[in-house]
């Protein structure tokens, strides 16, 4: 069958299975009033027993077709499998620049969820190539460097990169498997400022804080590659199957729970946590418990000035139950104190505004009364204060450099609490 490119085939990974199956078909259509983005299952899919939706709210298993003029006329829940900046740089070395279809076809690695894309029905997927171990890591912190330079990767080393094409997130990254897991590998990039802690040591150190503030974050650690810190973090979308392979799991970031409600998203510049919390109560099955881990995010984001929380820097995750569930915190850093600071989603009375007073403004909606959300505020202050240099200078960071990150941790709890 000729392909269209205005079109590409969605496939899915079932759970439990290492092939996926076709799902649906997404075109781009240019009609003579403007332009819209249009979804339809497979009769095939819709068939089946063990049939999943892509997105609950906004693609319920129906038989009929879904249209979208919005995020460039686009279905969000597409979107999070494809790559984002990292990903689409590394595409454009090896093919030049794409279109949104091209980029989600032309992304070859592990993609995040469980979707996987292709220009025709009976053209299979491309399968992602096996993933890498931990050795090829010292190679890739050099070719990294060279595509943060901007300049050609020698051929030889382009095989290498093909994992890091279909990653989300700006800074450069890959899967690589090891010890029968998949891990997400950070490494520094050359724009990371040499006068604040090195990013990958602050990432792993403020997940190990969160942790400690009552927030799920995935197995992470820290890995010398030529003297340059790496931080493999768990994927939280894959799991080992017994004969070999991986079960994938279905991923929907913030934005896209935040736009299966248009008329909110339209009034309200960016979302925000509170009307995220609003449809977590539509997305999850058991949503109060994810709803007060929302709340204590936001406490630590406030915290140490994690004010990078944007919507795709929180996410959901389906389990085996086939529901969506908050999936554990990821890529947290510590933005250095400025006279006003904004979280990326509002969240109180006053907006995103970092403060005590916004914090406690509206606990409720997150499921916490005033006093228990003070409680909250006070415990994970007194964690993050106390081990904050601690945890750094642990993994390596210069004293210098953590002791100054301290100093440079908003000031949300008036001193002497
Ligand atoms: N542990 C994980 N398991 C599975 N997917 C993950 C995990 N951590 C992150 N991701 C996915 O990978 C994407 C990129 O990761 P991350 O946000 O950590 O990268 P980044 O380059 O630091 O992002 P940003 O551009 O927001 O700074 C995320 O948006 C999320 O979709
Ligand atoms: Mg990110």
Not at 178 to 201: I, M, Q
Not at 205 to 226: E, F, K, M, N, Q
Not at 340 to 369: C, D, I, T
Request: charged content about 25%; some cysteine; aromatic content about 8%.
């Amino acid at each position: 069958m000729t392909s269209d490119p205005s079109s590409l085939f969605v496939w899915i990974h079932l759970p439990g299975r290492t092939e996926p199956v076709v799902c649906g078909r997404f075109t781009h259509r240019r009609t003579g009033g403007g332009e819209a983005g249009e979804f339809v299952y497979g009769r095939s899919y819709l068939a089946r027993a063990e049939a999943v939706p892509l997105d609950p709210v906004v693609l319920p298993l129906q038989e009929r077709v879904f249209s979208t003029t919005h995020l460039g006329c686009w279905f969000s829940a597409l979107l999070d499998s494809g790559p984002d900046d990292w990903g689409r740089r590394l595409i454009e070395q090896m093919h030049g620049p794409q279109d949104t279809i091209g980029y989600l076809l032309r992304a070859r690695g592990q993609n995040v969820g469980a979707l996987a894309f292709s220009p025709a029905p009976d053209t299979p997927a491309s399968a992602a190539p096996a993933p890498l171990g931990v050795e090829a890591l010292e190679r890739l912190l050099e070719v990294h460097r060279t595509v943060e330079h901007g300049e050609a990767v020698a051929s030889e080393y382009r095989d290498l990169l093909l994992q890091g094409t279909s990653a989300g997130g700006a800074r450069p990254k890959t899967t690589v498997e090891h010890e029968r897991r998949l891990w997400l590998a950070k490494f520094p990039s050359s724009r990371d400022r040499p006068e604040e802690p090195p990013v990958p040591l602050m990432e792993a150190a403020l997940l190990t804080l969160a942790d400690r503030c009552d927030i799920r974050v995935p197995t992470h650690r820290v890995l010398d590659v030529s003297g340059a810190p790496v931080l493999l973090v768990e994927r939280f979308d894959r799991e080992p199957l017994p004969g070999g392979g991986y079960s994938r799991w279905r991923y929907a970031s913030a934005r896209t729970l935040l736009w299966s409600r248009p008329e909110v998203q339209q009034y309200s510049y960016m979302g925000s946590y509170t009307n995220l919390a609003r449809q977590m109560r539509v997305w999850e099955r058991t949503p109060v418990q994810s709803i007060r881990e929302l709340y204590r995010r936001i406490v630590f984001n406030c915290l140490v000035g994690n004010t990078d929380d944007h919507d795709r820097n929180t996410g959901f995750v389906a389990g085996p139950d086939g529901f969506f569930r908050l999936a554990p915190a990821f890529d947290l850093t510590a933005r250095p104190r400025t006279p006003r600071m904004y979280l990326a989603l509002a969240f109180g009375s006053q907006g995103a505004e970092v403060s005590l007073a916004n914090l406690l403004s509206e606990p409720e909606n997150f499921g916490y009364e005033r006093d228990e959300a003070q409680e909250v505020i006070l415990a994970q202050w007194r964690t993050i204060r106390s081990s904050f240099v601690d945890e750094l200078v642990g993994l390596g960071c210069p004293p210098r450099l953590a002791a100054r990150a301290f100093d440079s941790l908003p000031d949300v709890v008036p001193h002497g609490r």
